[in-house]
């Protein structure tokens, strides 16, 4: 599993043309790849490196800040580059392997009292945020 972390001042998710997410404020945008050898123990122990991780002002985590939280799924972090100019794919999850663990990751995190928004899994989503710092990271497991 591979997440991408942002601290933003601000973000935003839409689906044709509607809010579904986001947050204003300090927080973190995390973009979740998952692969086909992901488990569910995979997502929990992501979820707790991100709310853990102390990447925010001051360097405090977002679990120290409460710092809201908005996860939106990333098929395209298992993007395979090494041939030509077209990605290959195969090495992200299919739908019903990664949208479970993707919500398995939102889970984690609101057990441990993140305030976390989401995108919709497969949508075609428009995501704006301000990026703090920049701080971003890529966070494995």
Do not use: C
């Amino acid at each position: 599993m591979r997440a991408v972390v942002q601290v933003a001042s601000k973000a935003v998710v839409h689906v044709d043309g509607e809010r579904v997410g986001g947050f204003d404020g300090p927080g973190l945008v995390v973009l979740v790849g998952v692969t086909h050898t992901d488990t569910e123990a995979d997502a929990d122990k992501i979820a707790q490196k991100i709310w853990q991780l102390r990447i925010m002002d001051d360097e405090k985590s977002a679990s120290d800040n409460r710092a809201p939280v908005l996860v939106v799924s990333q098929f395209t972090l298992y993007a395979d580059l090494k041939k030509g100019r077209r990605p290959s794919w195969s090495a992200a999850a299919p739908r019903p392997v990664s949208e479970p663990l993707v919500e398995s990751v939102v889970a984690a995190l609101v057990s441990r009292g993140a305030n976390v928004t989401t995108g919709v899994f497969g949508a075609d989503m428009q995501v704006a945020l301000t990026n703090d710092g920049p701080r971003t990271v890529i966070v494995e497991v």
